[in-house]
């Protein structure tokens, strides 16, 4: 994906006068896949035997970080949006170092020995089957963002710039509809393995509630 991060920019039109900075950003963000993935990883698992706290304090230590981060890489550093982008992957591996050492290292029952990484079938068609419905979802979302963009970039850089400074705006009002969305996931895993669903059903219902509400606000 890195080497084709180029033409890609070019099938969605990108405009010429950024072509090379957001090749430089997103060429950056695709070899810091890894590290998002590690995040995610050790946070789910430490959700899934019951502590949500430190994922959620280490997320929090990484936007502090990403902020600094950028600041030191744009303003001393002069890096530009390449910058940008090494502070997104850095303070991403740091959270994913930081809950792979607390699950290693501070959370009893979890062990990884040498029979561990053996590849299993079971789990991985019981992963693909959790897994590829969530997927679908996001990709859904993602392909009309994509078809949106390559509109709007037809338009130009100033339209571009215009459009993203209007994303952040809607994901500052979005991220507690998706945060909520995401503790629901969580806390019905939680409880559908414990065997409660009637704390399941609860959950959802009051999740509901909660995101109508937030919604009509």
Avoid at 57 to 80: A, E, Q
Avoid at 113 to 141: F, I, K, N, Q, W
Avoid at 168 to 176: A, D, E, G, L, N
Wanted: glycine residues 12%.
């Amino acid at each position: 994906m890195t080497a084709l991060a180029r033409p890609l920019l070019r099938l969605v039109h990108t405009p010429a006068d950024i072509l090379d900075m957001a090749a430089a950003y997103i060429r950056v963000l695709f070899l810091g896949i890894p590290a998002s993935m590690l995040y995610n990883y050790t946070a789910s698992i430490l959700r899934a035997v019951g502590d949500a706290r430190h994922p959620f304090y280490f997320l929090v230590f990484s936007c502090f970080l990403n902020i600094g981060l950028d600041w030191l890489f744009i303003v001393p550093g002069g890096m530009g949006v390449g910058g940008a982008a090494l502070a997104t992957v850095l303070s991403q591996l740091a959270s994913g170092l930081l809950g792979a050492w607390w699950l290693l290292a501070r959370t009893a029952g979890i062990e990884i020995c040498r029979d561990d990484m053996a590849p299993s079938l079971h789990h991985l068609g019981r992963l693909c089957a959790v897994g590829l419905p969530m997927g679908l979802e996001h990709s859904v979302t993602a392909v009309g963002s994509v078809v949106m963009q390559n509109a709007i970039n037809t338009l130009g850089s100033a339209a571009v710039a215009a459009q993203t400074a209007g994303e952040k705006i809607r994901q500052v009002f979005t991220s507690p509809m998706e945060s909520m969305g995401m503790a629901m996931a969580t806390y019905t895993g939680q409880n559908y393995g414990a065997g409660r669903l009637d704390r399941v059903r609860r959950g959802i219902r009051d999740g509901l509630l909660i995101q109508g509400a937030y919604c009509l606000a």
